[in-house]
């Protein structure tokens, strides 16, 4: 099995903060990585897929990059809708999760 | 705009066979570009993966393998989770879900919480 580990498991930021939350993949999968953002009650919303490309609708303060085994979720200027988790997902085999990033208002 | 609802108890007793159903509307689940999921998340806790159903066949978590059966009525347009043999770590919200030709989740249900209990 692909495990998928998530850091930082909260970040505390405010309106207006750059972030970045990193995924690691305990083998390589390429670029078959993509980031979730799920609020409360919610189902899960894809924001990046292939590791870089931005889902249609998704505004383009949220940037994804990376290869292999290392991934970083950024969110250019933090707005009050962001605060979510947040989770990767990598599906070169299988499909996995990572734990979750809690991103809360400092 | 497709849409995914789940349906099924939500109360499930120990030992016994959770059921589930995923309705597609506004759209057809014969599509052969795509795949149909079931995701779970447990109160409070990440997402995991339970299988996937798809045109040519269905592939299941390892580590449900051996207790779970996806399956497909193209005739109702909707699909299905068995789930044998529960426990209270099967206590979960159960989502299904849509992946698009790049293996991409882009419709979700809404989710439904089932709990095994006695």
């Known amino acids: 099995d692909i495990q998928m580990t998530q850091s930082p498991s909260t970040l505390s930021a405010s309106v207006g903060d750059r972030v970045t939350i990193t995924c690691r993949a305990s083998?390589?999968?390429?670029?078959?990585l993509a980031w979730h953002q799920q609020k409360p009650g919610k189902a899960p919303n894809v924001l990046i897929y292939?590791?870089?490309s931005l889902e249609s609708g998704v505004p383009s303060r949220f940037s994804g990059s990376g290869s292999g085994t290392e991934f970083t979720l950024t969110i250019s200027s933090l707005l009050p809708d962001d605060f979510a988790i947040y989770y990767c997902q990598q599906y070169y085999s299988y499909i996995t999760f990572g734990q979750g990033t809690r991103l809360e208002i400092k | 705009q497709l849409q995914l609802q789940e349906s099924g108890p939500g109360l499930v007793k120990p030992s016994e066979t959770l059921s589930l159903t995923c309705t597609v509307s506004g759209g057809s689940i014969s599509s052969s570009n795509y795949y149909w999921d079931w995701i779970r998340q447990p109160p409070g806790k990440g997402l995991e993966w339970i299988g996937t159903?798809?045109?040519?066949?269905?592939t299941y978590s390892p580590s449900l393998k051996s207790r779970l059966t996806i399956s497909v009525d193209t005739s109702k347009n909707q699909f299905s989770l068995k789930l044998s043999s529960v426990t209270a770590a099967d206590t979960a919200v159960y989502y299904c879900?849509?992946?698009?030709?790049?293996?991409?989740?882009?419709?979700w249900g809404q989710g439904t919480l089932v709990t095994v209990s006695s």
């Open positions: 292939k590791a870089s």
């Open positions: 159903i798809y045109s040519s066949g269905s």
């Open positions: 083998q390589s999968i390429g670029d078959w």
């Open positions: 879900a849509r992946r698009n030709g790049d293996r991409v989740f882009d419709f």
